[in-house]
């Protein structure tokens, strides 16, 4: 429903008055987006979430998803209306604190609400959104349909608002609860520790739990025919893994989570979740990613993978970039995980001798350094953090020496736990723990598009 013609409403005891045809910026409308650089219309203003309890009914024959979001937030400012990130099936009703409220759906993903009675500054509030529909199949961008008849969630930098509303932003992390409702024969995964899996009659009811703060694109719905491996950790963490009927090669690399958790901790400290496992499907997706405590994994995951998605788990869901132009924070550490300490601690490997292989295979090759570390621009920021961000960090590493390397990126997490950090920082920091300017091999390693000089190619032990 849209609101139109001369309309007026008090707000914190203020008479606002709109003209039609009038363009004015309105101090009580939350803002449709919070400006990253890359996704200026990801998020919105004018207030914080701290929890989701999200419920779904999902039949896999017919696609029908059927949800219902409840969002408890509080307002950091006078609101009569707000936006959700929302590009899921029809909405049939929204609430505010028990109250019906208007709607109106508008752009690529803006539900716009407006309560009956508007939002004070400070004080907290609950949306409930209903909707059902016609799930979309986005493949590897949000709601996927399997090959199977099931579903799973996976996407980035978006994926949540194809299945529930939320405040899609990477600085708004909020805890999470997910009740599920499918048919009995089917099995679901989802992020957290499971608390309830019951059957009742023709369906089976599943719930999940995520103490610890979530962002939206990092949790996940798999429903499948799965089978389940299940280990635990030393210290009694539940590790709960799912494969898909056609996803059961996958099971031997997953036997080695404990060992993969054990080899994380031992660089970045802690486990920083109360359960872990990993969720194998059988369609055809590109990219495999590190929904949090569990991550989805598609069929051609080997071991280096789940050791990448696993780094991740420090790196970008405990710790989660402010904008996505920070994107270095999360692949370049999980890249150099897998692909250089792994190897390194656990097989042995020469990994000075690996940095210099790969130097001499692509230093002549303009199009390797054409993208930058920091900031490589929209579109481009799931490309050179691969190949480039372990170059760097090893460079880096040779640079501080290991003792103060592996201790300052412990200490970065820790301060950082539960929370963001942005590429800035992580400079700042660094340098905090360096004896020498790092300004030089900073800008020359993250911000240009050319090889840096030989002076920041080969540092300390690298120098041949």
Same mark, same amino acid.
């Given at each position: 429903m849209r609101l139109s013609g001369l309309c007026g409403v008090v707000v914190a005891g203020v008479l606002v008055l709109a003209a039609p045809g009038v363009a004015q910026a309105d101090p009580f409308l939350g803002a449709p987006g919070l400006g990253d650089p890359y996704y200026p219309l990801d998020g919105n203003g004018g207030y914080d979430v701290g929890h989701y309890e999200i419920g779904i009914d999902y039949d896999p024959p017919t696609r029908h998803?059927?949800?219902?979001?409840?969002?408890?937030? @509080?307002?950091?400012?006078?609101? @009569?209306? &707000?936006?959700?990130?929302?590009?899921?099936?029809?909405?049939?009703?929204?609430?505010?604190?028990?109250?019906? !409220?208007? /709607?109106?759906?508008?752009?690529?993903?803006?539900?716009?609400?407006?309560?009956?009675?508007?939002?004070?500054?400070?004080l907290p509030f609950v949306a409930l959104v209903d909707y059902a529909g016609p799930a979309r199949d986005e493949m590897?961008?949000? /709601?996927?349909?399997?090959? #199977?008849?099931?579903?799973?969630?996976?996407g980035q930098p978006h994926s949540a608002a194809t299945w529930y509303p939320l405040n899609d932003t990477p600085l708004d992390k909020a805890t999470f609860t997910l009740h599920t409702t499918v048919p009995a024969e089917w099995e679901v995964m989802s992020n957290g520790r499971r608390t309830r899996n019951e059957v009742r009659g023709d369906k089976r009811i599943v719930s999940w739990e995520s103490k610890h703060p979530v962002l939206g694109y990092l949790t996940t719905v798999a429903i499948d025919r799965f089978s389940f491996l299940e280990q635990q950790r030393p210290d009694g963490?539940?590790?709960?893994?799912? &494969?898909?009927?056609?996803?059961?090669?996958?099971?031997?690399?997953?036997?080695r989570l404990p060992e993969i958790?054990? &080899?994380?901790?031992?660089?970045?400290?802690?486990?920083?979740?109360?359960? !872990?496992?990993?969720?194998?499907?059988?369609?055809?997706?590109?990219?495999?990613?590190?929904?949090?405590?569990?991550?989805?994994y598609a069929p051609w995951t080997d071991l280096e993978t789940v050791v990448h998605e696993i780094a991740h788990q420090w790196w970008g869901d405990a710790v989660s970039v402010r904008q996505w132009s920070d994107i270095c924070l999360n692949e370049c550490f !999980? #890249?150099?995980?897998?692909?250089?300490? /792994?190897?390194? @601690?656990?097989?042995?490997?020469?990994?000075?001798?690996?940095?210099?292989?790969?130097?001499?295979?692509?230093?002549?090759?303009?199009?390797?350094?054409?993208?930058?570390?920091?900031?490589p621009g929209a579109g481009r920021e799931f490309t050179s953090v691969y190949y480039r961000?372990?170059? &760097?960090?090893?460079?880096l590493r040779k640079q501080l020496g290991d003792d103060v390397f592996f201790g300052a990126v412990k200490e970065f997490l820790r301060a950082h736990a539960y929370g963001n950090a942005s590429m800035l920082e992580f400079r700042t920091f660094v340098q905090s723990k360096s004896g020498t300017d790092l300004t030089g091999f900073l800008r020359a390693w993250l911000d240009t598009e050319e090889p840096p000089a030989d002076e920041y190619l080969f540092p300390g032990a690298l120098r041949v």
């Amino acid at each position: 429903m849209r609101l139109s013609g001369l309309c007026g409403v008090v707000v914190a005891g203020v008479l606002v008055l709109a003209a039609p045809g009038v363009a004015q910026a309105d101090p009580f409308l939350g803002a449709p987006g919070l400006g990253d650089p890359y996704y200026p219309l990801d998020g919105n203003g004018g207030y914080d979430v701290g929890h989701y309890e999200i419920g779904i009914d999902y039949d896999p024959p017919t696609r029908h998803l059927a949800g219902t979001a409840r969002i408890e937030a @509080r307002a950091t400012q006078a609101l @009569r209306a &707000f936006n959700l990130d929302f590009d899921g099936p029809e909405v049939r009703m929204v609430t505010v604190n028990g109250l019906p !409220a208007a /709607w109106d759906r508008n752009g690529e993903h803006e539900l716009t609400v407006t309560p009956s009675v508007p939002l004070l500054p400070g004080l907290p509030f609950v949306a409930l959104v209903d909707y059902a529909g016609p799930a979309r199949d986005e493949m590897g961008a949000g /709601w996927t349909i399997s090959p #199977s008849g099931g579903a799973f969630v996976a996407g980035q930098p978006h994926s949540a608002a194809t299945w529930y509303p939320l405040n899609d932003t990477p600085l708004d992390k909020a805890t999470f609860t997910l009740h599920t409702t499918v048919p009995a024969e089917w099995e679901v995964m989802s992020n957290g520790r499971r608390t309830r899996n019951e059957v009742r009659g023709d369906k089976r009811i599943v719930s999940w739990e995520s103490k610890h703060p979530v962002l939206g694109y990092l949790t996940t719905v798999a429903i499948d025919r799965f089978s389940f491996l299940e280990q635990q950790r030393p210290d009694g963490t539940p590790l709960l893994s799912a &494969f898909a009927p056609q996803a059961e090669d996958n099971r031997e690399t997953e036997r080695r989570l404990p060992e993969i958790l054990d &080899f994380a901790e031992s660089l970045y400290g802690p486990y920083p979740f109360d359960a !872990a496992g990993g969720i194998y499907v059988d369609a055809e997706l590109e990219i495999s990613l590190e929904t949090q405590t569990r991550p989805i994994y598609a069929p051609w995951t080997d071991l280096e993978t789940v050791v990448h998605e696993i780094a991740h788990q420090w790196w970008g869901d405990a710790v989660s970039v402010r904008q996505w132009s920070d994107i270095c924070l999360n692949e370049c550490f !999980a #890249s150099y995980t897998a692909d250089y300490l /792994w190897g390194e @601690r656990k097989e042995g490997v020469d990994v000075d001798t690996q940095y210099r292989e790969k130097l001499a295979k692509y230093l002549d090759n303009p199009k390797f350094w054409e993208i930058p570390l920091d900031n490589p621009g929209a579109g481009r920021e799931f490309t050179s953090v691969y190949y480039r961000g372990p170059l &760097f960090l090893h460079a880096l590493r040779k640079q501080l020496g290991d003792d103060v390397f592996f201790g300052a990126v412990k200490e970065f997490l820790r301060a950082h736990a539960y929370g963001n950090a942005s590429m800035l920082e992580f400079r700042t920091f660094v340098q905090s723990k360096s004896g020498t300017d790092l300004t030089g091999f900073l800008r020359a390693w993250l911000d240009t598009e050319e090889p840096p000089a030989d002076e920041y190619l080969f540092p300390g032990a690298l120098r041949v």
